[in-house]
């Protein structure tokens, strides 16, 4: 983890950008008080998710698809002032 003061991440931020591409967590500081942590984005999936994974793990029970009860539908339908 690096840790670094505001104006040292405005004056190198591209130096610091190249570090977090690498994985590098930064803890952002004023007058040395840690303030914020900057983390890199995890990475993209390079493909999509194949639909059914889970298939046999779990059962949906039948009350599952039950009406819900009148007052819990008219709480979400109570508009708010």
Same mark, same amino acid.
């Given at each position: 983890?690096? *840790?670094? &003061?505001? @104006?040292?991440? %405005? $004056?190198?931020?591209?130096? @610091?950008?190249?570090?977090? *591409?690498? +994985? ?5 500081? /004023? *007058? &040395? $008080?840690?303030?914020? =942590? $900057? *983390?890199? $984005? ?9 639909? +059914?994974?889970?298939? +046999?793990?779990? /059962?949906? #029970? =039948?009350?599952?698809?039950? #009406?819900? #009860? ?6 979400? =339908? =109570? %508009?708010?002032?």
């Amino acid at each position: 983890m690096i *840790r670094i &003061n505001i @104006y040292e991440a %405005k $004056v190198h931020l591209s130096r @610091y950008l190249n570090q977090l *591409r690498k +994985g590098e967590t930064i803890l952002l500081c /004023k *007058r &040395n $008080v840690p303030i914020a =942590e $900057v *983390r890199p $984005v995890p990475p993209l999936r390079a493909k999509k998710r194949i639909f +059914g994974l889970a298939k +046999g793990e779990f /059962k949906i #029970p =039948e009350a599952f698809f039950d #009406p819900l #009860p009148q007052n819990f539908v008219q709480a979400f =339908e =109570e %508009k708010s002032s």
